[in-house]
């Protein structure tokens, strides 16, 4: 009758190697988990901005084509400090710049509040009509632009187009601003 020497050391070389595999796939998952929920709070933000802009631009009804511009946020020659512009359109732009740059939070003396490369875009899709038997609204896009951490699909609008590499990191969400015409008859 033959002992067999050494089996225990290969059922703990082959533990070993399984559970080596299992910690590295529970670190990819971890990996990507944390990839998700970085991209789940830049969309996050992403939607807080531009209610905050499509807001402004409500609010502002009669002075709405002077909103319109692109690549506002990363980028832009906005001052910091958008306390020297009056009220009104120039101002808006300005501090919507400023909270697409990260503004809203800082750590460290560094703008953290914002997605990556933030850039916001504003476009009059139509002009009111106030033409007694037209009234015709006014209706105006306003769109966030930033860069995602893997690659999709290519968003089909322009805003931030060609400014992060790769279009498949592109991320933008948009909203249709619709200004009433309440007093057109």
Known sequence: MHRQHGITMIEVLVTI???AFGLLGIAVF???ASVGSIESYQR???VILLDDMSSRVRGNPDNVASYESTNIGTGDAQPADCSALGAGAARDVCEWSNLLK???ETDSNTKVGAMIGARGCITLLQAADRTAGVCKPGIVQVAVAWQG???TQAP???CGKNQFGDENYRR???AQVLIPLL???
Do not use: P
């Open 44 to 46: 996050a933000q992403a």
């Open 156 to 158: 089909s609008l322009d």
């Open 183 to 185: 007093d057109c008859k």
């Open 172 to 174: 933008l969400i948009s």
């Open 17 to 19: 190697v399984i559970l």
């Open 30 to 32: 971890q990996s990507k």
């Open 149 to 151: 951490l893997h690659a």
């Open 102 to 104: 990260g503004a809203a």
